[in-house]
């Protein structure tokens, strides 16, 4: 992965601190938030953003119950000093036909390190490589395995393809292949997951 040159960099960092402060300030101060700071799960994820060895890459997955998940759930979750740091900056991918409808979205999404991802395009997409090819670089990759926003509390049971949503239940749902070919090109397996819940609910 070639180095951004700084003009690109600084724009970057930017937008991607700007983001993290207003998502965090939203979500603490005007929402109910609840973090269980003591968890050891919750430690290993903030260990393994701020601290992993220099080239170790990162992979987290999350269920997906609102299309502010991300960037407003780990804003909440992180600290201060490892949500404000640009090498702790996650990447991740978008539909094209949600988050890359304009020119001036596009600019926004990329410069906040969001790759977009074409439905249906398979898992030889070119920006799912590039995003398979961060992994492998010691990056930081953040995704929602579903592929879209499901709000029946069970991951992928919302009924995709041939299957029932009783039978999505059952078998734990469909849950797209990208996923498990970044893992296989990372150079070690670094997956976190992330459940949560509550963000499609309105108090």
Do not use: Y
């Not at 900056?89 to 969001?114: K, L, P, T």
């Not at 150079?187 to 819940?197: D, F, I, L, M, N």
């Amino acid at each position: 992965i070639a180095k951004l040159n700084p003009v690109i960099a600084a724009t970057t960092s930017f937008v991607c601190s700007t983001v993290a402060v207003v998502a965090r300030i939203w979500m603490t101060g005007f929402n109910t938030v609840e973090i269980n700071r003591g968890d050891a799960n919750l430690e290993h994820f903030v260990e393994a953003v701020s601290n992993r060895a220099s080239g170790q890459p990162l992979i987290t997955l999350a269920n997906h119950s609102s299309v502010i998940d991300d960037p407003v759930l780990m804003a909440a979750m992180l600290p201060w000093e490892s949500l404000m740091q640009p090498r702790n900056f996650r990447f991740a991918a978008c539909s094209q036909e949600v988050c890359f409808r304009s020119d001036i979205a596009a600019a926004f999404m990329a410069c906040g390190q969001v790759l977009p991802i074409k439905r249906g395009a398979g898992i030889d997409h070119p920006f799912l490589l590039d995003l398979c090819r961060h992994a492998a670089a010691g990056r930081w990759v953040h995704l929602f395995p579903e592929g879209k926003v499901n709000q029946t509390g069970k991951l992928g049971s919302d009924g995709w393809g041939v299957r029932s949503v009783a039978e999505s239940e059952r078998v734990g749902g469909k849950l797209k292949w990208g996923v498990g070919k970044m893992i296989a090109h990372a150079p070690v397996t670094p997956v976190s997951t992330v459940a949560h819940k509550g963000a499609n609910e309105n108090e």
